[in-house]
């Protein structure tokens, strides 16, 4: 068979030569040892935490070796693309603070763009040309039809499905029934034409599972589709060997498509890039762990975790006692030192499944958020109410000096000890919603009827805003005391037979009535905040309230 001439048939034209690429994408000018490792999704619209997972494994590497992190976008499928997706990525990633330092729309050295696949089509086209030339690919006719019954055969057969071997019908098309489908306009695909045997075993170094087996390909994967565009598999293969990719960290999801993967580099006759296959993220369903799904579990979107005002540092910490298992003890000995100083490695990834645990994560952000200074919980919180919030939460940062006053408050600035109340941004705004809008009452009384409006009517009466806290507590006793209520905790401890109860329980009215809760921080301080005027009126209506 004519292979020139049929590669000039199925792709007309000249491309450049294939030595015109080497010299337009050089080898990169880095330090010995220096990695260049990529973040590459697809514009679906949905970017997740195994996303996350790897970008920070792939950030952590390329920068502590002095190496690159590009941003590739792999828009190959159409069909899946969803538009404003890429700047969802973006945005995403870089709440996360992740480092790119080139890609799409990232700026920086542009010598290895473009970083759109589609914006490729040239160089992939000029590399299937080639591989049609030297008999190493061929085009394929089958129809949907045509594949789905032969999956089904394979199926109801139970081989491995897949177009290869006796299944591959289109393989050893003559040279006349080639054109005889081309000239009646036949719809066509470029498959590779695998030198692959199942029987052979490929032993392969993966960076974090070790050594590994792999069968030989023998799958003619589908390299150039109907309309033009190459497939990921062969895209990849192009693209990390002209943007100078050194190591790659993916999902174990990808171990399966390794043998295609490792015979398109070497009909390619490109040098592969390392890689390692990170765990999948497991979560714990009852007795089972199963792997965090899309469809059951919201937080597997990264979206989840900017709506919820996830605080993006206690993210990357819970990220990183998953990625590498000395981190968690690195930061118990270095609680506040920038993430970036802790030496991470490929080699300590976990090499099965990694069990989510989101209370873990929740416990990492109270702490984390209780390390703030009321400076910086306000920017956070402001931020995300900016992006997420209601217009009421917006407009709680319009008068600084009190919301300053309510964060020192509610995180226990100046105390003996922090308080660790606040576990999201979302959920802190509704913590602190109390000193800006009157809330629906959360808690129920303990004390009621006629006694409850006695302790209402009795502060009231003797309330001065004006008061200290020594002053506004003794008035507290006073109503206790003319209600049946010990003054001293002391006294109801001794004989609380004698007392309807303490001067707790009475503050409880009044915490109560104040904020609709039963559990907040200091009483007379949130009186002060909210002024006498607003106090007085909240008792008032809890006086009329059922």
Known sequence: MDYKALAERLLPGEFPALSHFEEIYPPRALPEGAEVTRLAPSPTGFIHLGNLFAAIANERIAHRSGGILYLRIEDTD????????????????????????????????????????????????????????EGRAYPCFCTEEELSALREEQTKNKQITGYYGKYAKCRNLSEEEIYRNLDAGKPFVIRLKSMGNPENKIRFHDEIKGDITVTENDQDVVILKSDGIPTYHFAHAIDDHFMRTTLVIRGEEWLASLPIHIELFDALGFQRPRYGHNCSLMKQDGDTRRKLSKRKDPELSLEFYRKEGY????????????????????????????????????????????????????????????????????????????????????????????????????????????????????????????????????????????????ILNGF??????????????????????????????????????NYKGSVADVAEVLRIATTGRANTPDLWTIQQILGGEETRARVQAALTAD
């Open 78 to 133: 159409l069909k899946r693309k969803v538009d404003g997706a890429v700047e969802a990525v973006k945005n995403a990633l870089r709440y996360f603070d992740i480092k790119f330092d080139e890609g799409a729309e990232i700026g920086g050295d542009n010598t290895y763009g473009p970083w759109y696949q589609r914006q490729r089509a040239e160089i992939y086209r000029a590399f299937v040309k080639h591989l049609i030339e």
């Open 311 to 454: 605080f993006a540092r206690a993210v990357k910490i819970y990220m990183l006692t998953l990625l590498n298992s000395n981190f968690e003890e690195w930061y118990l000995k270095n609680p506040d030192a920038p993430l970036e100083e802790f030496k991470f490695t490929a080699a300590k990834m976990s090499k099965s499944g990694t069990l989510f645990d989101l209370d873990k994560l929740n416990d990492i952000s109270k702490n984390e958020l209780s390390k703030l200074s009321e400076e910086e919980m306000f920017a956070f919180l402001r931020g995300w109410a900016e992006e997420y919030g209601t217009p009421a939460q917006k407009n709680y940062f319009s008068d600084r000096e009190k919301t300053l006053k309510v964060l020192s408050l509610c995180m226990g600035v100046g105390g003996k000890k922090r308080r660790k109340d606040f576990t999201t941004a979302s959920q802190a705004m509704k913590f602190i919603s109390i000193f800006f809008e009157r809330t629906p009452r959360e808690d129920e009384y303990r004390v009621g009827g006629e006694t409850k409006r006695a």
């Open 460 to 497: 009231l009466e003797r309330y001065d805003p004006a008061d200290d806290m020594q002053v506004w507590f003794s008035k507290v006793k006073e109503v206790a005391a003319e209600n049946g209520f010990a003054a001293e905790t002391k006294d109801y401890k001794a004989n609380p037979e």
